[in-house]
């Protein structure tokens, strides 16, 4: 307007007295502005974060793609990278964890039968026993440990830890749990 010689406010003052209230504060703030440094960072990245999908690669994560965009010169925060990808709707490819059993075989293995029908209450202690057998990563390997525990107190009564897996823990803990059955029965 001022490259016509015309004033913001003798527009405003014209269509006020035309019965259109316009202020001089919403045409400014209507009147669009250069983009902020911002929103042109934010551009020239977004360019650069879709560049890199069409590679062979395919679709980082905020950690590596960071790290990626570092390396072609780019200065950037994991924290913009975050925001830009989630922004365009980018996400990473997420590799399922492999799953980890004690079952020789996996699924489609012989297993013992389930004699209990699932049901592990009892009515008196030294009734049913279960068995678990598990594994714990240490700093230095893995530790197996086998548990005998009472249904009716649910209180571990034999369990015997090993740094080799093999059958004979769950009978060393179910002896263990046969000792300490006697010496609880004794008065």
Not at 14 to 19: A, K
Not at 142 to 170: L, N, Q
């Amino acid at each position: 307007m001022r490259a016509q010689n015309y004033r913001v406010e003798s527009i405003c003052t014209v269509l006020s007295e035309r019965g259109v209230k316009v202020a001089q504060r919403t045409y400014r703030t209507w009147k669009p502005a250069p983009p902020s440094e911002r929103v042109v960072t934010d551009a020239y990245l977004t360019n650069a974060l879709l560049g890199t999908i069409d590679t062979a690669e395919g679709l980082y994560g905020r950690r590596k793609m960071t790290a990626h965009l570092r390396r072609n010169g780019y200065q950037v925060a994991a924290c913009t990278v975050d925001r830009l990808m989630s922004d365009e709707g980018l996400s990473s490819i997420v590799r399922g964890r492999r799953h980890r059993t004690t079952i020789p075989g996996g699924k489609n293995s012989r297993r013992a039968p389930d004699l209990l029908d699932r049901d592990f209450t009892a009515e008196a202690p030294n009734r049913k026993w279960v068995t678990d057998f598990t594994y714990c990563r240490t700093w230095a390997g893995f530790v197996y440990v086998a548990f005998v525990i009472d249904c009716f107190s649910r209180a571990i009564v034999g369990w015997h830890a090993a740094t080799v897996k093999e059958p004979a823990m769950v009978t060393t803990a179910l002896k263990m749990s046969c000792g300490a059955e006697t010496t609880a029965a004794m008065p």
